[in-house]
C-alpha cells in the first residue's frame, strides 16, 4: 500500500506519491494540485474544503476558517455553528480530502502518509499534526522538516553536491537550513525560523495600509468587509509580482474605496518583517560556524519567495548567488513524496538517506529555574547524550525531573514535555548521582532514561495529547467523523453556486439582478435537468461566470466596468 507525502500548507496544501519512478503530485477533483486549506463548516455538519470553502470566506466569514496551521499545537479555537474547533481538526478536514483525493487517483485505500511541517515547529505543533493524521484516519510516523523536503528535491533531480541554505517563506512561516549534500546523504546541518512569519503578514500590512489611507479602521470592519479588504490586498500583493504598480478598486458596505501600491511602497511598509526574515539567516550561519565563501547558493521557496520585496532583499544580505525555485508551491510536496519513497524503501530511492536534525533544545529544570540542555539544538538526529546531575538538598528521597524543549535560559519559558519523578536513596545533598540520557530520533520520538542508584527509570515521550485525556480525544474523533465531506463528484456545480455568489457581492449593485437570476436558472437546471442538459448547463454557467469575473477584475483595476457582456440570453 502507497504511502503518500502531503505538505500541509498554511495557504494551499498537495499530496504526492512515488509512482511510475518518480513523484507525482496529486489533483484534486478540479484537476489542480492546490488545494486551498481552507475549510468552511455548515450547520448540518456537512463540510466543504479547499477551493469551493475560498469562494464562501466573502460570504460565510464566520463559519469559514484558513491560516488555521498557524494555531496549531496552541489552544485557540475557531467557533462554528455549537462547536469549537482546534486547528488540528480543521487541518484533520484538509487531509481527509487529500487523502480521498489521493485514493481516487491510486484506486486503492491510503492509511499512511509522510506529513511536512516546518523546520522550526515545536513539539506540541508536532504533535498536534500527527493528531490532525489521526483524525483524518492516516497514520503519520514521519514527518518532515519543509526545507529539508525541498533539498531532497533538489538534490534527488539535480544530483549536485553542494552546500546551499534553503530559504522557504510561505503564507504563515518561516525556515530557513543549510544544507550538504553529497553522494547519496542530504544532510540538514542547522535550522532556523519564525513561526509567525510569512505572506499573510504583507497581506495584512497592505490591507493596513489601505485602511489608513481611506480613513478606516481594519478592526471597526465588519468580517465581510475585512475579508474583501484582505482579498483586496492579497490580489494586490499577487500583482506586485508581476509589475509595480497595482491598483484596485474595492467595494466596502460603506462605499467604494481606492487601493494603491508600488513594490518601493511596500519596502518602506514591511521595513519590519523584511528584517525579522534577516534573523533565521544570521542565526543559522552562526549556529554552524559557516562564511558565505562556503555556500554555493542560496534557494528561495515557498509561494511568497514571488514577492519581488522578499527576493531583492534576500539578495541584498546574502553574499552568495540567490535563485527562486522553479516551482516554489510545489517543491515541499514533492520532497515530502520523496521522503515517503524513502520510507516505503522504493524504488531509485531506497539508498537515499536524508540526516536531519534537532530544531530545539531538549533538557530539564534545575535548581533556579535554570533550563540545562542535554541535545542542544542542530544536533544531527539520531542522537543519544547523557548529562550528570547531583541533589541539593539533605536526605532528599525524591527527584522531579521536568523536561523541557526551547532555549531560554529560564526552564518555565520553554515548553513542558513531561515530568518523570524518581525515588532515591536519602544521603547528604550532593552525594547521589543521576544520569539523564535522552534519545531523539528523526520521527521526534525522544527516549529519556534516568539512572540512580542501580535503578532505571524509563520513559518514551511521543504523541503528547497535550492536556487532552484519551476520552476527549475519542470525542474528537467522534465528532469529526459525523461530519461528512461534500461529495466530490458535486464539487464543480457547487463552485459555481459560490463563486456567483461571491461575484454578486462584488458587481455593482445594478448588476446583481443578472447574477441571480443565471445562478436560479443553473440551480433549476441541477434540480431538474438530465445528466447532459446539467452538463450543458455547467459549460454555458462557466462562461458567464469567467465573462463576469474578467468585468468585476477589470473595474476594480481601471474602475470601468464592460457591461456589453451583461446582456441576458432568453433562451430559456
Ligand atoms: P505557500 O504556503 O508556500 O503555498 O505560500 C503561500 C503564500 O504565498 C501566500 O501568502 C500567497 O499570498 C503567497 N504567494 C503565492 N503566489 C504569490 C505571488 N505570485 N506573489 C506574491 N505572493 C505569492
Redesign the pocket.
Known sequence: MAIIGIDL????SLASVWKDGKVQLIPNSFGEY?TPSVVSIEEDGQVFVGKIAQEMLLGRPRQTFREFKRNMGTDITCQAWKHRYRAEELSALVLRRLKEDAERFLGEPVTEAVVSVPAYFNDDKRCATKRAGVLAGLTVERMVNEPSAVALKHHVLEKDMERFLVF??????LDVSLVDAFENIVEIQAVAGDNYL???D??QVIAEDFCRENGLSMAALTPGDQALALRAA?QV??G???KNFVSRRVLLEKGEYSLEMTNQRLIRLSGGLLQRMAKPIRRVMDDSGTSWEEIDRVIL????S??PVVAQYIKSICGTEVTVDDS??ES?AIGAGMAAAIKMRTGELQDVILSDICPFSLGIQVTGDRFSPIIERNETLPCSRTGFYTTVNDYQDKIHFYIYQGESLSASENLLLETIRIEVLPRPAGEVRVAVTFMYDINGILDVKISADGENWHRVITNRNMGLTQEELEDRLHTLREMTLHPMEQERNRLLVETAGRLYRECPVRYRGVIERQLSRFERELKHGNDREIREAYVRFSLFLSLAEQAVNNREETGRFDESFWVEDDTE
Open positions: 500548507g498554511t495557504t494551499n492546490l522557504d517563506l510561505g503564507g504563515g512561516t510569512g505572506g499573510k504583507f497581506t492579497e500583493k499577487l506586485l509580482s508581476e521557496v515557498g509561494g511568497s514571488r514577492m516554489p508551491d515541499i
